[in-house]
């Protein structure tokens, strides 16, 4: 029930589309959802999340979809970039005094121009 | 740069031995988390201190132990090191214990051999 599932493991797109990376849970508690970057030798870094009282959520060129009754929700890249070449991890937390964070499992975002 | 620093960078020791990882949270946040990052076991939540005080545990071998410091730094103890332990082990830090942001340090990278 602590799982988060995301899809697809690897991405190929082109420069200017839009990448789509996507994830489900199954903790109805989950109420918050954040989606961290990563680049090869670095740190995750938060890049934007959402509650689970918002539909969408966009900042700049990335877009969350949250479906709360699917349990599902995604990252929109539009007009990706080659610096946008990094692993996504989608995420979910509950609130409760501590913040113990579920992660997806990942997806290698390739931006080829 | 996340403001969260670990050391050392780099690990390299044998099955059987004891490492000490260091992370300075940023300044002012009060919460430490611990993670693991293995290619087969993705991103794996370890433990949280708060102000000193533990407040939540993941998958967190016994062979492994944390504390944080009045001066809010922490340490990270795995002992007994199997090849299996060799991975990226992440600090990250937040505000206070309810903050949902979460700022990742730039990793130790452990391998044992």
């Known amino acids: 029930q602590q799982q988060v599932k995301q899809s697809p493991q690897s991405l190929i797109v082109q420069k200017g589309g839009i990448s789509i990376i996507n994830c489900a849970y199954e903790?109805?508690?989950?109420?918050?959802f954040p989606w961290y970057q990563q680049f090869p030798g670095k740190g995750p870094a938060l890049l934007i999340a959402?509650?689970?009282?918002?539909s969408e959520k966009k900042e700049g060129r990335f877009t969350i979809s949250f479906n709360k009754s699917a349990k599902q929700f995604s990252l929109h890249i539009m007009d990706s970039q080659p610096g946008d070449s990094a692993t996504y991890f989608c995420?979910?937390?509950?609130?409760?005094?501590?913040?113990?964070?579920?992660f997806g499992t990942g997806t290698k975002l390739q931006v080829i121009p | 740069d996340s403001g969260v620093t670990q050391t050392p960078k780099h690990l390299i020791t044998a099955t059987g031995q004891r490492v000490t990882l260091r992370c300075s949270p940023r300044?002012?946040?009060?919460?430490v988390y611990w993670y693991q990052q293995s290619l087969d076991q993705g991103l794996q939540f370890l433990i949280q201190?708060?102000?000193?005080?533990?407040?939540a545990k993941g998958n967190i071998l016994e062979r492994f132990s944390a504390q944080q410091f009045p001066d809010l730094h922490s340490e990270l103890n795995l002992s007994s090191l199997e090849l299996g332990d060799s991975a990226l082990y992440f600090c990250?830090?937040?505000?206070?214990?309810?903050?949902?942001?979460?700022?990742f340090g730039p990793g130790t990278r452990l391998t044992v051999t």
């Open positions: 201190y708060y102000n000193g005080e533990e407040r």
């Open positions: 300044s002012g946040d009060l919460s």
């Open positions: 990250a830090s937040s505000r206070g214990i309810g903050s949902r942001e979460q700022y």
């Open positions: 995420a979910a937390s509950i609130q409760g005094g501590y913040q113990k964070v579920t």
């Open positions: 959402i509650r689970p009282d918002v």
């Open positions: 903790n109805t508690a989950f109420d918050y």
